[in-house]
């Protein structure tokens, strides 16, 4: 797989450190709902760094993708992405990358979907996905994330819980939680698990994306409930996402 | 020689770096990992990217499957950790 220079035809802050970037790649394959990219960043002295960020739009055939940059503090990328990039610049992309962390439409079985923060992304495209091609597939959302200010794509996630269609969202905050609500700021639990996502007779797949600590806890925590491991997909990011 | 326990990412984070070897998508492909025997698809294993390159441990038995490598012009892989990898080649 090689390199290609897409252009960015639109910037959007989804929060205050996170920012949606859409691409359009001339000669773009397409892609599967899950998938991502690398992006890589070229100094004028040579020096590159590249990252892994997941496509957050529905496949679709136009050759234009979205992906979502969450800025970390000490990051060597994504300060670039959220801050300085503007719409017309040039940026280098290779993908789309990944087969097994995919939502296809064919799939007839209920889809468990766990997000950790930004997180979301490659679910937030499956969910996408299964609205443009009208899927009725049952959907259930778990999204843990820090407070209500740092959700991601919020008008959306309401559109989709409104319509009412089978995607159901179950929000877990775990520092700040809006005011009168049920569950005090907390990590996802047992409990949690047992009441918000689909039981493992009804033999879901479970997708969950998230940091590395919130990926193992939220594994163990389906393998527990009785979700077959082989019916749990996941995908790990962190600050360490440079392979090169 | 324990590694870290939280310091990995996975599979899928290597297979942008990966396709540039291998034509197949090599998330999806099964491995045998040659100390314990289980199963896994590359995508469940644990990555360690804190080195000029990367090591792909069994997410089972922590065993070493695969080291990549890339140094100016050169690409090294040593995979005996692996028994086999099966791609999907559709």
């Known amino acids: 797989m090689t390199w290609r220079v897409g252009t960015i035809v639109s910037v959007h802050d989804e929060t205050r450190t996170a920012r949606s970037i859409t691409l359009d790649v001339p000669d773009w394959p397409g892609h599967l709902a899950g998938q991502h990219v690398d992006v890589r960043l070229t100094a004028p002295d040579g020096y590159s760094a590249a990252r892994s960020y997941s496509i957050a739009s529905a496949p679709s055939d136009i050759k234009r993708f979205e992906i979502t940059v969450e800025r970390l503090a000490d990051g060597e990328v994504s300060p670039y992405l959220t801050q300085e990039v503007a719409v017309g610049d040039p940026l280098e992309v290779r993908g789309p990358i990944g087969g097994w962390f995919v939502w296809h439409p064919e799939q007839t079985e209920p889809i468990q979907l766990i997000a950790g923060g930004s997180g979301l992304v490659p679910l937030m495209a499956m969910m996408r996905a299964r609205a443009a091609v009208h899927s009725m597939m049952p959907f259930r959302l778990l999204y843990s994330v820090r407070e209500p200010d740092a959700i991601l794509y919020a008008d959306d996630l309401r559109a989709l819980a409104a319509a009412n269609d089978g995607t159901a969202i179950t929000y877990a905050y775990t520092r700040v939680a809006p005011k009168d609500w049920a569950r005090p700021p907390a990590r996802v639990d047992a409990a949690l698990i047992a009441q918000a996502t689909w039981p493992a007779s009804q033999s879901p797949t479970c997708y969950v994306c998230g940091p590395t600590p919130f990926v193992e806890s939220i594994a163990t925590l389906l393998t527990a409930a009785g979700n077959a491991p082989d019916r749990i997909r996941t995908e790990r990011f962190g600050a360490t996402g440079d392979v090169r | ?90």
């Open chain 2, 1 to 90: 020689m324990n590694p870290p326990t939280d310091d990995y990412l996975d599979g899928n984070a290597a297979a942008g770096e990966l396709s540039t070897i291998f034509a197949f998508d090599i998330t999806a492909a099964e491995g045998q990992c040659a100390a314990c025997g289980s199963m896994k698809r590359f995508a469940e294993a644990h990555v360690y990217t804190q080195s000029p390159g990367f090591v792909a441990r069994c997410a089972q038995c922590d065993a070493v499957l695969l080291r990549y490598v890339r140094t100016g012009e050169r690409v090294m892989i040593e995979a005996r950790g692996l028994s086999f990898l099966v791609f999907d080649a559709t």
